[in-house]
Structure formats: structure tokens, C-alpha cells
């Protein structure tokens, strides 16, 4: 039995939002893999873990770009709320990302010329006077040959910069302006909907099959289920599966603007309005602080003090 200790508790606690005994509980289970811990939490009810398990965690900014049929976004990182709202912090974060949309990747992107220097110059400039570490964490680049890329940044803190940005590629040779406002839609509703992929075949094999397995320890858990012969279970799971995907695949989902339709389906009245097909090729979508873990107060002593009651 692997030890659990406070650490692991803690972040179970921090990706899950659940209560500390049932992430110690859920590890206790599990042999102290945090992995299927969340996936056990998930089975059992107690936890959101599949919306919650990335969530914002380091401050900054997002910042978007465009340029003809390209778009670039870009995520610059600081330690304080207060540093992502210097004026200065977001002016460097828009350069960066002016720059991106000609950069190959964030590696090009750090070693592009930026004032007497690099872009990594300025960022270690910029470490030096406002004193906090800062980080260019990643960037990413769209572009179409015949189409537009649109963009949004949601609660824009000024033009471009924001906390959560969206790149959409939209392929057609129809009319610019019915593209143009049926990407931004599309980008509202990425940014809005946070879609695991673009089509089925995008997400990650793997992550099905994790997804297969918590809808079957759900099923289990299912009191309707009970008793019930192998192949209603099977339908059971199936049906499971493909509200995952109408949840999670970007086409499948219902579109924002309109509920009653899927997005594909808003790409086919599109088409309509531009006089040509229109697809929904490619997508970004950053948040400030995806995945990385903030610093937090001392945790571990609580959840220590906790486990001696046992």
C-alpha cells in the first residue's frame, strides 16, 4: 500500500474541489495513483475533476494577434494578479504576441529580435523590474489559405489581452464578411465551451478509453443498473459515451449562439450566408494558467492534523 500523504491530498483537493477525507479516501482506494483517484471521484459523484482538473492556477495574460489569414496566441505568466494588470506587463504581452505570428514555435518566438535584444531578453528585463518571475509559457499559430482566422479574447482587459484566448480557422471561399462573423461566433463559443477536440478521431485515444472506464464504474454505481443483462449494459455505456462526445468534441457540441443546432450544423447556414462551404478547420484556446499549480498556504499541515483523527 503505497503511502498517501499530505501532498498527494493536497493536490487532489486542488485539481478536484473535493472535500480532503474523500481525496484521502479516493488515494486510499486507488494505492495513492492521483490519476485514478480523480477518475474514481469522478465515478463515484463526488467530483466535476474532467472541468476542474486544469484549472486556471498561475496569473497573466493571454494575448491575441492577426495578420491576413494567420493568427497567433500567446500566454505570458507572472506570479500576482497585480503584475498581469501593469500596463507595461500587457503591452509586452501583445508585442509578443505581434511577433508570434511570424515565429515557427514559442522556442522561435523567445529568440526573435525584440528591441537591442531578444524576446528572452526582454522577458529577463522584465523580471529585473517588476521583480516578480515571469514566463512566456507558449504560443500557437493558425493560419488558412483560403478563409479567415478569427479571434477572441474574453473579458478583454484591453485590445487583444485577456484571460482566455481563441484562434478559430474557418476554410471557404465565400464572402469574407459572413466568415468573418460566423469565426468570431464560433471562437465566442470555444472560448465559452472549451472543446476537447474538433472531431472524435482528435482526442486522444487514451483519454477515450480513461473515459470508457469511468462511465463503466458509473454504470456500476447505478442503481438502474442492477441486475441488468450484458447488452443493456453495453447500450448503457454507449449512450454514455456519445453524450461525452456531443460534450466534448467541438462539431458535436451545441452551438452557443444557437442551442437548437450543433456547430456543424451552424457551419451548414453558414455556408448559406457566404455563398460557399464552409469548415470549421482547427481551433486554440488558452487560459491563463492551465495546469500549473499556484502557490498555496501551508495545506499539508492541515490535512496532517486531519489524518491523525482516523
Same mark, same amino acid.
Given at each position: 500500500m503505497a503511502e498517501i500523504t499530505a501532498a498527494l491530498v493536497k493536490e487532489l483537493r486542488e485539481r478536484t474541489g473535493v472535500g480532503m477525507m474523500d481525496c484521502k479516501k479516493a488515494l486510499a482506494e486507488t494505492n495513492g495513483d492521483i490519476e485514478a483517484a480523480v477518475d474514481w471521484l469522478r465515478a463515484k459523484g463526488l467530483s466535476k475533476a474532467a472541468k476542474k482538473a486544469d484549472r486556471a492556477a498561475a496569473e497573466g495574460v493571454v494575448a491575441a494577434a492577426l495578420s491576413g489569414n494567420t493568427g497567433a496566441l500567446i500566454e505570458l505568466n507572472s506570479e500576482t494578479d497585480f503584475v498581469a494588470r501593469n500596463a507595461d506587463?500587457?503591452? &509586452?504581452? #501583445? +508585442?509578443?504576441?505581434?511577433? &508570434? #505570428?511570424t515565429a515557427a514555435d514559442r522556442d522561435a518566438l523567445l529568440a526573435s529580435k525584440a528591441g537591442v535584444g531578444t524576446v528572452q531578453d526582454e522577458v529577463t528585463q522584465l523580471i529585473a523590474t517588476i521583480g516578480e518571475n515571469i514566463t512566456l509559457r507558449r504560443s500557437a499559430k493558425l493560419s488558412v489559405e483560403n478563409g479567415v482566422i478569427a479571434a477572441y479574447v474574453h473579458n478583454a482587459i484591453?485590445?487583444?489581452?485577456?484571460?482566455?484566448?481563441? #484562434?478559430?480557422?474557418?476554410?471557404?471561399?465565400?464572402?469574407? &464578411?459572413?466568415?468573418?462573423?460566423?469565426?468570431?461566433?464560433?471562437?465566442?463559443?470555444?472560448?465559452? +465551451?472549451?472543446?476537447?477536440?474538433?472531431?472524435?478521431?482528435?482526442?486522444?485515444?487514451?483519454?477515450?478509453?480513461?473515459e470508457k472506464q469511468v462511465l463503466k464504474d458509473q454504470i456500476k454505481e447505478d442503481p438502474k443498473a442492477q441486475g441488468k443483462p450484458d447488452q443493456v449494459i453495453e447500450k448503457m455505456l454507449e449512450g454514455r459515451l456519445r453524450k461525452f462526445y456531443e460534450e466534448s468534441v467541438l462539431l458535436k457540441q451545441a452551438f452557443v449562439m444557437n442551442p437548437e443546432q450543433t456547430v456543424e450544423a451552424a457551419a451548414a447556414d453558414a455556408a448559406k450566408a457566404a455563398g460557399a462551404p464552409v469548415a470549421v478547420k482547427a481551433f486554440v484556446r488558452f487560459g491563463v494558467g492551465e495546469g500549473v499549480e499556484k502557490k498555496a498556504d501551508d495545506f499539508a499541515a492541515e490535512v496532517a492534523a486531519m489524518s491523525k483523527k482516523d
Amino acid at each position: 500500500m503505497a503511502e498517501i500523504t499530505a501532498a498527494l491530498v493536497k493536490e487532489l483537493r486542488e485539481r478536484t474541489g473535493v472535500g480532503m477525507m474523500d481525496c484521502k479516501k479516493a488515494l486510499a482506494e486507488t494505492n495513492g495513483d492521483i490519476e485514478a483517484a480523480v477518475d474514481w471521484l469522478r465515478a463515484k459523484g463526488l467530483s466535476k475533476a474532467a472541468k476542474k482538473a486544469d484549472r486556471a492556477a498561475a496569473e497573466g495574460v493571454v494575448a491575441a494577434a492577426l495578420s491576413g489569414n494567420t493568427g497567433a496566441l500567446i500566454e505570458l505568466n507572472s506570479e500576482t494578479d497585480f503584475v498581469a494588470r501593469n500596463a507595461d506587463f500587457q503591452k &509586452a504581452a #501583445l +508585442s509578443y504576441a505581434q511577433l &508570434a #505570428l511570424t515565429a515557427a514555435d514559442r522556442d522561435a518566438l523567445l529568440a526573435s529580435k525584440a528591441g537591442v535584444g531578444t524576446v528572452q531578453d526582454e522577458v529577463t528585463q522584465l523580471i529585473a523590474t517588476i521583480g516578480e518571475n515571469i514566463t512566456l509559457r507558449r504560443s500557437a499559430k493558425l493560419s488558412v489559405e483560403n478563409g479567415v482566422i478569427a479571434a477572441y479574447v474574453h473579458n478583454a482587459i484591453t485590445e487583444g489581452v485577456g484571460r482566455i484566448g481563441v #484562434l478559430v480557422a474557418i476554410e471557404s471561399t465565400g464572402d469574407k &464578411a459572413a466568415l468573418e462573423k460566423f469565426g468570431k461566433g464560433v471562437a465566442m463559443h470555444i472560448a465559452a +465551451s472549451n472543446p476537447l477536440a474538433l472531431t472524435e478521431k482528435d482526442i486522444d485515444a487514451d483519454r477515450v478509453e480513461r473515459e470508457k472506464q469511468v462511465l463503466k464504474d458509473q454504470i456500476k454505481e447505478d442503481p438502474k443498473a442492477q441486475g441488468k443483462p450484458d447488452q443493456v449494459i453495453e447500450k448503457m455505456l454507449e449512450g454514455r459515451l456519445r453524450k461525452f462526445y456531443e460534450e466534448s468534441v467541438l462539431l458535436k457540441q451545441a452551438f452557443v449562439m444557437n442551442p437548437e443546432q450543433t456547430v456543424e450544423a451552424a457551419a451548414a447556414d453558414a455556408a448559406k450566408a457566404a455563398g460557399a462551404p464552409v469548415a470549421v478547420k482547427a481551433f486554440v484556446r488558452f487560459g491563463v494558467g492551465e495546469g500549473v499549480e499556484k502557490k498555496a498556504d501551508d495545506f499539508a499541515a492541515e490535512v496532517a492534523a486531519m489524518s491523525k483523527k482516523d
